[in-house]
């Protein structure tokens, strides 16, 4: 299977800042990566897919970059509604696999 | 919309069954897989496998054989998943997703998800 390695595994920041985790393939994926928001309680959201695609209704100060086995996922302007954990997935191999989460948390 | 909504919460013994209905609305549901995902308590999440809606055949990733069932009703555009043997490690919450193939992708992103379903194992 192919392994999805985030990072960090936890970042604390502040309202305002410019944030970036990053997810490692074990293999190349090519750009079939996709971002999800997850708060408590609740089923994971999709925000980007084919890496970069920003899907309709999330709020542009989100965008996703990279192929192959490093991509990132930014958050230009955090916004309250922001803290949450965000997963990886990869979608080339039969086998889906997700990243480990990133907990964004409030400084 | 389109919307998946999964069957309500559950509390079992070890050793019994449990199976959780996801229905589909809002889409054709012959047109996309489905998928299920576990998340265990404070942890992350894990691909389990998919069904394919159009010829209910399914796909089992490594850890689901044996006791996980995949089925389908796709006269009530819906999906289950059983899980037999309950053992108090299975406690999660299990969620189904849409899987979304766009060519010339391999395969696809879950969206949308279902609101998920807590299974309780204890005695």
């Known amino acids: 299977d192919i392994q999805m390695t985030q990072s960090p595994s936890t970042l604390s920041a502040s309202v305002g800042d410019r944030v970036t985790i990053t997810c490692r393939a074990s293999?190349?994926?090519?750009?079939?990566l996709a971002w999800y928001q997850q708060k408590p309680g609740k089923a994971p959201n999709l925000l980007i897919h084919t890496a970069s695609n920003v899907e309709s209704g999330v709020p542009s100060r989100f965008s996703g970059s990279g192929s192959g086995t490093e991509f990132t996922l930014t958050i230009s302007s955090l916004q309250p509604v922001d803290f949450a954990t965000y997963y990886c997935?990869?979608?080339?191999?039969?086998?889906?696999?997700f990243g480990q989460g990133t907990k964004l948390e409030i400084k | 919309q389109v919307q998946l909504v999964q069957s309500g919460s559950e509390l079992k013994k070890p050793g019994a069954s449990v199976k959780v209905s996801c229905k589909a609305s809002?889409?054709?549901?012959?047109?996309?897989?489905m998928n299920w995902v576990r998340q265990a308590p404070g942890q992350g999440l894990e691909w389990m496998g998919w069904i394919n809606t159009n010829t209910g055949n399914p796909t089992y990733a490594q850890g689901f054989t044996g006791r996980f069932v995949f089925s389908l009703d796709t006269s009530v555009s819906t999906a289950y998943l059983q899980i037999s043997s309950l053992k108090a490690e299975d406690t999660a919450v299990y969620y189904c997703a849409r899987e979304v193939v766009v060519e010339p992708a391999p395969y696809g992103w879950f969206d949308p998800w279902g609101q998920g379903t807590l299974v309780t194992v204890s005695s």
């Open positions: 997935q990869q979608y080339y191999s039969p086998q889906a696999t």
């Open positions: 293999e190349s994926v090519s750009t079939w």
């Open positions: 809002g889409y054709t549901f012959t047109n996309y897989p």
